[in-house]
Nanobody
Framework: QVQLVESGGGLVQAGGSLRLSCAAS????????MGWFRQAPGKEREFVAR????????LYADSVKGRFTISRDNAKNTVFLQMNSLKPEDTAVYYC???????????????????WGQGTQVTVSS
């Protein structure tokens, strides 16, 4: 049973930083794709970033490129989302997601992913 547990959300002022963590368990994730999505009130869940566990290739939404960095720690089975220069429009519930081990797609779509965490709230005040 795959489990994804997010942590690290909170309240921060515009221009500040937060680092989200996603602790993964229940599988060997070496061939998985891990993603971060977010959902603001009244909006659809949208892609933020993804990383291929093997090789570490990353992809970002245009809205966060240059400000957010996705990474992983193989030893701890944990994926991170470092968020810098936060803006009020980054306010949302952030979700970690996983798909694999035979997945070869881009990892950009919500429907690509099989497993989801419970989400962590990020609030950026102006």
């Amino acid at each position: 049973q795959v489990q994804l547990v997010e942590s690290g959300g909170g309240l921060v002022q515009a221009g500040g930083s937060l680092r989200l963590s996603c602790a993964a368990s229940g599988r060997t994730f070496s061939s998985y794709v891990m993603g971060w999505f977010r959902q603001a009130p009244g909006k659809e869940r949208e892609f933020v970033a993804r990383i291929r566990w093997s090789g570490g290739a990353t992809l970002y939404a245009d809205s966060v490129k240059g400000r957010f960095t996705i990474s992983r720690d193989n030893a701890k089975n944990t994926v991170f989302l470092q968020m810098n220069s936060l803006k009020p429009e980054d306010t949302a519930v952030y979700y970690c997601a996983a798909v694999g081990p035979s997945y070869t797609g881009s990892g950009l779509r919500r429907n690509d992913y099989d497993y989801w965490g419970q989400g962590t709230q990020v609030t950026v005040s102006s």
